[in-house]
């Protein structure tokens, strides 16, 4: 104890102790709570629906559906079109990282935003855009790929081509690329040096990519339900169809196991190559990092034009498409489409007019936003920790774990696991405005983590103890040293999740009150109606949708730092 002037200090070394230890308590039991209450609950309440009978433990349905030949094909084309789709991302995704990541050219950025707008349009949003592009009369109607499993797999990729880029990218960035200036110089070609020294040195950034990819092509709810239809239906869809259309809640609880068990391990095979990533890294930071390389029209050739014929023929052609589509009607160009966004569509398709279902789909992201980026931020600072002991880091490592769970349980799952727990006081949401932007949070969450995590795991945690030596309280600490980062991470946060809230349709789908639907809802109603009339309809709705998620995602790129990367 302290002495000044014959005067005793108080002791606060135990005070400050307790305010750190009460305030990561708190943080901690926030977003738990919130992830227990509407994830946890409901998920497990559907799941018991299936497994038990008289509140005995009854198993007799996982025999019974997997005795099905349905289930085994739905199991099969679930892995085949995720198996295909994660190959093609990669192949394709790689020459893109290094061009728009390791190379410097003008527009680089520009193109860079436009890359990552697919990853956040709504699923719906998607599928319609290639629906107009492959069926007949479309562009590319003379294919023949409309309803078959490639058109299912080019959307897919689609959809995760920016996961790949961004996540092999933000490694290659710092890769020391006199390593390969050295095989080079002792006689290897380039496909060699490359081989042996490049591609090695990206491997956990390739592996994390594409497990988290195999995860995303497992529960493309949307993409699914407007391009396969029944005959290229996976587990995802199949759980819609048994819950909705069968009632078999049963077989809908065996699925959602299935699913489970499939995400559980994707998930550990992308946490372990994220570890491995971020190690590698750090080890980048610490060495000399070279400036980006001016890309280069004789050696960077090859990458280069695939990267362009990507960028134009899979990503630029379906939205552009969509768009000349929306323009069209059965009396020629017009903006008549649009023009009847103000309506009900034909035969009164609708109950509310689609600007009114913006305006919906609108008021539901702000509020989901809002719990996705307080929940998702409280979980980073707590991932982002560096405790010493063992029992500590692996609970850190848990908590990272669960709040990824919700990317890869069916969102189908989610909401109609819902209906079922929410239903009763005190927490009776049923009618309640709310219960939609809670589900969208949900799903938003591991997104918001995965913007803001690699951020505060790259502050120096010697600077917080430094902080904390000199006097800094838990707050002031969090305030001066993770604060700036964490300002500089959350313009990417927000922006994913407003997105992904903007689209989200699984669990909206069955959530959203008949008199509130969302943008995703209308689309899909309209496209499930008779006439061209809905179907234009549908078509000006998913371009107003998809320009929404751009403008959101462009504002958020400009926000984006170089070290939030994570997926």
Do not use: H
Not at 391 to 406: E, I, N, Q, S
Not at 418 to 441: E, G, K, N
Not at 460 to 467: E, S, V
Request: with cysteine; hydrophobic share 55%.
């Amino acid at each position: 104890m302290a002495v000044v002037t014959g005067r005793p200090l108080p002791d606060r070394t135990f005070s400050r102790g307790g305010a750190a230890a009460l305030f990561w308590v708190v943080a901690a039991a926030v977003p738990l709570v919130f992830l227990g209450t509407f994830f946890a609950w409901p998920v497990l309440t559907l799941l018991a629906r299936g497994v038990m009978t008289d509140g005995a433990l009854d198993l007799s349905g996982f025999a019974d559906v997997l005795s099905r030949d349905r289930t085994w094909r739905v199991i099969g084309m679930t892995l085949a079109q995720s198996a295909v789709g994660t190959a093609v991302a990669v192949v394709l995704g790689v020459p893109g990282a290094y061009v728009l990541y390791r190379c410097r050219f003008r527009g680089q950025g520009l193109v860079r935003a436009f890359v990552t707008v697919p990853f956040v349009l709504p699923t719906v949003v998607v599928g319609v855009a290639f629906r107009a592009l492959l069926t007949d009369g479309g562009p590319l109607g003379f294919l023949g790929l409309d309803g078959t499993f490639t058109a299912v797999v080019l959307a897919l990729v689609f959809f995760n081509y920016a996961v790949v880029v961004r996540t092999v990218g933000a490694l290659w960035s710092r890769l020391d690329p006199r390593l390969e200036q050295a095989a080079r110089a002792l006689g290897a070609g380039p496909v060699r040096a490359f081989v042996t020294v490049t591609l090695p040195a990206l491997g956990p950034a390739i592996a994390s990519a594409a497990s988290v990819v195999f995860l995303f092509c497992a529960t493309a709810f949307g993409v699914v339900m407007v391009l396969g239809g029944v005959d290229y239906g996976t587990v995802e869809t199949e759980i819609w169809v048994q819950t909705t259309q069968f009632l078999d809640l049963r077989a809908a609880a065996v699925l959602s196991v299935v699913q489970v068990a499939v995400v559980t391990l994707a998930l550990a095979a992308a946490a372990a190559s994220r570890r491995r990533q971020e190690r590698a890294l750090r080890l980048q930071t610490d060495s000399l990092v070279r400036q980006p390389l001016r890309l280069r029209p004789g050696a960077d050739l090859l990458p280069a034009v695939v990267t362009a014929a990507v960028v134009l023929g899979l990503l630029v052609t379906p939205l552009a498409g969509l768009l000349v589509r929306s323009l069209r009607t059965p009396a020629g160009w017009s903006l008549d489409n649009y023009i009847a966004l103000g309506t009900t569509g034909g035969a009164n398709a609708l109950t509310v007019t689609v600007w009114e279902a913006t305006a919906n789909s609108l008021r539901a992201a702000v509020d989901a936003t809002v719990l996705a980026v307080v929940v998702g931020t409280l979980v980073a600072l707590i991932a982002s920790r560096r405790p010493r002991g063992r029992t500590a880091k692996r609970a850190v490592g848990l908590v990272d774990a669960l709040f990824m769970l919700p990317l890869g349980v069916s969102a189908v799952t989610v909401g109609f696991g819902f209906l079922l727990t929410l239903d009763t006081p005190p927490l009776d949401l049923r009618t309640s405005p709310i219960l939609v932007p809670i589900a969208q949070a949900v799903v938003a969450i591991p997104l918001v983590v995965r913007s803001v995590l690699p951020v505060l795991r790259a502050v120096d945690p010697r600077l917080r103890q430094a902080a904390a030596t000199l006097g800094a309280t838990p707050g002031r600490v969090l305030a001066t040293v993770d604060g700036p980062f964490l300002v500089r991470a959350l313009g990417l946060a927000v922006g994913f999740a407003f997105a992904v809230s903007l689209g989200e349709f699984g669990a909206t789908s069955f959530l959203a009150r008949p008199d509130r639907p969302t943008l995703p809802v209308v689309i899909f109603r309209l496209i499930g109606r008779p006439g061209a009339e809905n179907y234009g309809i549908a078509l000006a709705a998913a371009v107003v949708l998809a320009t929404l998620t751009a403008t959101v995602m462009g504002l958020a790129e400009r926000l984006r730092t170089r070290e939030a990367t994570g997926w």
